[in-house]
Every structure is written in structure tokens, then in C-alpha cells.
């Protein structure tokens, strides 16, 4: 059974640029969460999708967004990027409330 | 506020030698308790879930232990291979997302 797939695994900007990170849930997954995991501030929750539609989301500026889609793949975009957007980005699908998440591997975001 | 606090931050073992990994936490009502693994330049992979005190799980050499406040991670007889951060984390009132703890980085030497 395949798992998460995260597309890029890893990626260079400059300042200013924006990026958009790519999301594959395993089959029949329905919720989508991103993460953001620095050094410092370890997991931290970006936002969660279900059906399309945004079901909560963390404390994050709105330079950071996300859509899903109706196959439940899911993107992230993080606009104006700046240095502290340096960081590993995670994606997690799960099939419904109370079930664990299942992780991919990442995105390594570095930002020059 | 929902927090995770996990303890201690790093954990060095000799092979065989028994310890455990605690995990504090305070949610308004607990849907979830999770333990998951990770390895260096890997995404988090899932080992546990807890849902009510007092219930227990097992896998291999480890034991995840819930009260109303604290989860443990026990780690019976490590191996080198167990070397990994070993993460704590809590459901959201409402969908599937987690707030982590910072982790435990074990490492076990031979």
C-alpha cells in the first residue's frame, strides 16, 4: 500500500519568492494536515483538510495557505517567503476522526 | 491552551539498558493520545494510539502507558536500532490534527 507522497523533496529560494508544495494522501484518506518542523519549535500544525474544505487551521500568517482537491491531493503555498520559512514541511492524511496520521517524508525548504 | 511537554529533551542508553520517555499534557478533553518515531531526515512514523486512562499498548520492545495527565513510553531491553526521537502528541477538539510535544531524542550504543 503506498503511503504519503511529498513532492519536491527538497527545494531552494531566494527571499521574496513564493513556493508551492505538493501532497499525495494514501488511498482513501480523506484529511490532509501540514506541518512545519524547525530545530527550535519542532511539529508545528500549518492547517487540516477535509473534503476540500479547511477544518482548522494553526498560528500562522496568512502567507502561508493550502487548498485540496477533490481526489483529496493536497498543496501548500507559502507566499513573500523570508528566512525563517526554513524548515522541513510535512504532510499527513488520516481516514477520519480518532485515526492516527500517516506522514510522508517531507519537503526541505531552505531559503537562501 | 492545548500543550505537550516530553521529557527528558535527550536519552542515552547502554543495549539492554531499560528506561522510559514521559509525555505531560493538558487538552480540554482528550480525543487522542499519539507516540510516534522518527528517524533523521524521515517524516514521523506512527507507533501508538491511547484514548482513555489507564489503557496500555505494546509493540516489540515498547509500552505506551496513559493517565489522566502523563503518558510514558518504556523501552524494555533497547537496541541500537531503537536509536530515534520519539514523539508525543494530542488530538484537536475538532478534525485530526495534532499538537506535538519537542520530542525525545534516544540514543542507544552497543
Known amino acids: 500500500k503506498a503511503g504519503v507522497t511529498q513532492t519536491p523533496r527538497y527545494l531552494i529560494k531566494t527571499r521574496g519568492q513564493q513556493v508551492t508544495l505538493s501532497c499525495s494522501p494514501i488511498?482513501?484518506?480523506?484529511?490532509v494536515s501540514w506541518y512545519q518542523q524547525t530545530p527550535g519549535q519542532g511539529l508545528q500544525f500549518l492547517f487540516e483538510?477535509?473534503?476540500?474544505?479547511?477544518?482548522n487551521k494553526g498560528n500562522f500568517p496568512g502567507r502561508f495557505s493550502g487548498r485540496q482537491f477533490s481526489n483529496s491531493r493536497s498543496e501548500m503555498n507559502v507566499s513573500t517567503l523570508e528566512l525563517g520559512d526554513s524548515a522541513l514541511y510535512l504532510c499527513?492524511?488520516?481516514?477520519?476522526?480518532?485515526?492516527?496520521?500517516?506522514f510522508g517524508d517531507g519537503t526541505r525548504l531552505s531559503i537562501l | 491552551e492545548d500543550q505537550v511537554t516530553q521529557s527528558p529533551e535527550a536519552l542515552r542508553l547502554q543495549e539492554g539498558e531499560s528506561s522510559s520517555l514521559n509525555c505531560s499534557y493538558t487538552?480540554?478533553?482528550?480525543?487522542?493520545l499519539f507516540w510516534y518515531r522518527q528517524d533523521p531526515g524521515k517524516g514521523p512514523e506512527f507507533l501508538f494510539t491511547?484514548?482513555?486512562a489507564g489503557e496500555e499498548k505494546e509493540k516489540e520492545r515498547l509500552k505506551a502507558t496513559l493517565t489522566k495527565k502523563e503518558s510514558f513510553l518504556h523501552i524494555t531491553a533497547p537496541k541500537p536500532e531503537d536509536s530515534a526521537t520519539y514523539l508525543c502528541?494530542?488530538?484537536?477538539?475538532?478534525?485530526?490534527?495534532?499538537?506535538f510535544g519537542k520530542g525525545t531524542t534516544l540514543s542507544v550504543s552497543s
Open positions: 499527513a492524511s488520516s481516514r477520519e476522526n480518532g485515526q492516527p496520521q500517516h
Open positions: 488511498s482513501g484518506h480523506r484529511s
Open positions: 483538510y477535509f473534503s476540500e474544505t479547511q477544518r
Open positions: 487538552v480540554s478533553g482528550l480525543r487522542g
Open positions: 491511547l484514548y482513555s
Open positions: 502528541a494530542v488530538q484537536v477538539p475538532r478534525g485530526t490534527a495534532l499538537i
